[in-house]
């Protein structure tokens, strides 16, 4: 035995995977579900038990985490017949998935209903963080549940912020976050199409960018390493993006914020999805711009995401 407290893991998808992975190398007993099965074996073959429904899962740890695509998801995980709340062991659960502020106070309301603490930790950092264990994790909720499971948050992550005992804070922390790395994201492709049709080398451009004031971590780090390779093999999927900021659209409304370039962005990620690509990568929306514009940004590899 490691000593180490038991976790379930459900959703182990292209962040949920490599997160449960580094839970799992570092010790911690595993109860593992996703309804692909084949997602679940490579941590069968580490020593992990696959449940076979979330209840399962809540009937044998006290800790639950989650990581899934959407809010219906997690609500069905959590509230459903078989969901984790039917469970007889679970004490605490962390939603690390991106579902927007109504959902966490939803699901929040009916788990506590059963005396199970619940904190959402939704993570920025990508596959790239979600491997190497770098995440920032934004926690709202039960404070007494991210002291429980520090020792786990210390193997997924770098960064825990505590927003506050609300709720959805750490969501709507989340949904602002990446509703500026969205618009970034997009910005630096129309930029770099205009330029590249105008004749400059995008490898220049993104070097005079990453010294002047336009700098992101899209321009830093995103299109050095997956645009000018064409590498669009791993990532955040374009309809996950669509979703964070079809989310931080609903919260700046029930704020009565308005967000006029978020409704631009948002359109254009409705579009994107609406044209086919939304299982592709965030960095590849790039290609409707060029393909508007006719022409590629294509360059050498200028830097390796570390
Ligand atoms: P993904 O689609 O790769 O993984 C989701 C996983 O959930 C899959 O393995 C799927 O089989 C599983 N699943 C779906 N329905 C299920 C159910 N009813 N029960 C059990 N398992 C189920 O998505 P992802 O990229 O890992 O993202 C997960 C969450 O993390 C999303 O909310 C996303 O917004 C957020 N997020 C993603 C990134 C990223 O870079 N990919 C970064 C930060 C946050």
Not at 53 to 65: G, I, L, Q, T
Not at 171 to 185: E, I, P, R
Not at 248 to 256: D, F, K, P, R, T
Request: hydrophobic share 45%; net charge negative; proline share 5%.
């Amino acid at each position: 035995m490691s000593g180490k407290q038991a976790i379930g893991f459900i959703g182990l998808g292209m962040m949920g995977g490599p997160m449960a992975m580094r839970l799992v190398d570092a010790g911690f007993p595993l109860t593992v579900f996703d309804v692909r099965a084949e997602a679940m074996q490579p941590f069968v073959d580490k020593g992990a038990v696959a449940a076979d429904s979330p209840k399962a899962v809540a009937d044998a740890v006290e800790d639950v985490m989650v990581c899934l695509p959407i809010p219906d998801v997690v609500r069905q995980v959590a509230l459903a017949e078989d969901g984790l709340i039917a469970g007889g062991k679970i004490k605490r659960y962390v939603d690390l998935s991106t579902t927007g502020a109504v959902t966490a106070r939803a699901v929040a309301a009916g788990l506590s209903e059963k005396g199970i603490a619940c904190l959402d930790c939704p993570v920025s950092g990508g596959v790239s963080g979600a491997e190497a264990g770098t995440l920032s994790l934004m926690q709202s909720g039960d404070k007494s549940a991210a002291a429980a499971l520090k020792p786990a948050f210390d193997v997924i992550g770098e960064n825990p912020f505590y927003l506050g005992d609300a709720p959805g804070l750490g969501q709507t922390m989340k949904v602002a976050n990446n509703y500026l790395s969205a618009t970034a994201n997009i910005a630096c492709a129309e930029a770099l199409v205009m330029g590249v049709k105008a004749g400059i080398d995008p490898e220049v451009m993104l070097d005079v960018i990453n010294a002047s004031s336009g700098r992101s971590d899209v321009s830093e780090i995103r299109y050095p390493t997956y645009v000018l390779p064409r590498d669009f093999t791993k990532g955040f999927k374009q309809r996950l993006l669509h979703k964070d900021v079809k989310l931080c659209m609903e919260e700046a409304a029930a704020q009565g914020v308005p967000m006029w370039i978020g409704n631009t962005v948002r359109q254009f990620l409705t579009h994107a999805v609406s044209q086919g690509t939304g299982d592709e990568v965030s960095v590849s929306l790039i290609k409707h711009i060029e393909q508007w514009a006719g022409v590629e940004v294509r360059g050498k590899t200028a830097k390796k995401q570390g």
